[in-house]
C-alpha cells in the first residue's frame, strides 16, 4: 500500500535572488517538502547549491522536512555537513560512494533518513542487498545535472519493479521520483507506484503555485 502523497518541489527551478522568500511561498501553497539538489559539476555536469544554503534555509524560518538529494562525489564528507545544515533526508547515488552500507549508516548516525538515488539506467540489483535499510529509494527520469528535461517512458517500468519490491518488504519505505514530472503526467506516475513526486520547473515557472499543486493532487486522485 502506498503511504500518504508527497509533493516536493525542487528548489533548484526557485528564485534564488529571494530564495528564502519563494520556498516558503511554495510551501504556503500546499507544498510538503522541499527538494534540495546539490551537483559538483564532477558526478554530474552543473555546480548548484551546499550546505550553507541550506543552513540559511532554516534561519530563515523554513521548517518543512528538506529532502537532499546528493550528486556528489564522493559523498561522505557532504552527508555530515547537511546533516549539521538542517537536512532530513539524504539521498545519494550508490556509484558515488565507494561503501554503500557504510554512506547509509553514516547518514543514520547524523540523525537523518537515508535513501539511495538510480539514474534511468541504472542496475537497481544493490537493491538486493540495502532496501530494508533504506527510508527512501529515488529514481530518477531524467539524467541528472539540468532541470526541465522531459520525463524518461522507460522509467515507468523502473517504478513499478521497485513498487513491487518495496510492496515486499513490508516496511515504509517511500518511492520518489524526479524528472519531468508535471500536472499531465503525474497521474500515470502514480499509478505505477510513486508516492513522492518531486517538481521543479512545473511547478515554480508558473504564476499561482498553489493551483498547480491543487491541480497534481487532483490527477494523482
Known amino acids: 500500500m502506498k503511504q500518504q502523497t508527497i509533493i516536493s518541489p525542487s528548489i533548484l527551478s526557485a528564485d534564488f535572488a529571494r530564495l528564502g522568500e519563494d520556498t516558503q511561498a511554495v510551501l504556503d501553497a500546499g507544498a510538503d517538502w522541499v527538494h534540495f539538489d546539490v551537483m559538483d559539476n564532477h558526478f554530474v555536469p552543473n555546480l548548484t547549491i551546499g550546505p550553507m544554503v541550506c543552513k540559511a534555509l532554516r534561519s530563515y524560518g523554513i521548517t518543512a522536512p528538506i529532502d537532499v538529494h ?41 540523525g537523518c533518513k537515508a535513501g ?23 529514481l530518477m527520469s531524467v539524467n541528472p545535472g539540468f532541470g526541465g528535461q522531459s520525463f524518461i517512458p522507460y522509467v515507468m517500468e523502473k517504478i513499478a519493479r521497485v513498487r513491487a519490491m518495496i510492496d515486499a518488504t513490508g516496511q515504509d519505505i517511500r518511492l520518489e521520483i524526479d524528472g519531468g514530472v508535471t500536472v499531465d503526467n503525474i497521474g500515470s506516475i502514480s499509478a505505477a507506484g510513486v508516492d513522492t513526486f ?21 490527477n494523482i486522485g
Open 70 to 110: 546528493l550528486m556528489v562525489q564522493p559523498v561522505d564528507d557532504l552527508v555530515v555537513q547537511f546533516a549539521k545544515a538542517g537536512a532530513s533526508m539524504i539521498t545519494f547515488h550508490p556509484e558515488a560512494s565507494i561503501h554503500v552500507d557504510r554512506t547509509i549508516n553514516l547518514i543514520k548516525e547524523c
Open 198 to 218: 518531486v517538481s521543479g520547473s512545473a511547478i515554480f515557472g508558473t504564476l499561482d503555485y498553489a493551483e498547480t499543486i491543487e491541480k497534481m493532487r487532483q
Open 116 to 138: 539511495l538515488v538510480f539514474n534511468p539506467t541504472t542496475s537497481l540489483d544493490i537493491l538486493d542487498w540495502t532496501l530494508e535499510q533504506l527510508d527512501m529509494v529515488l
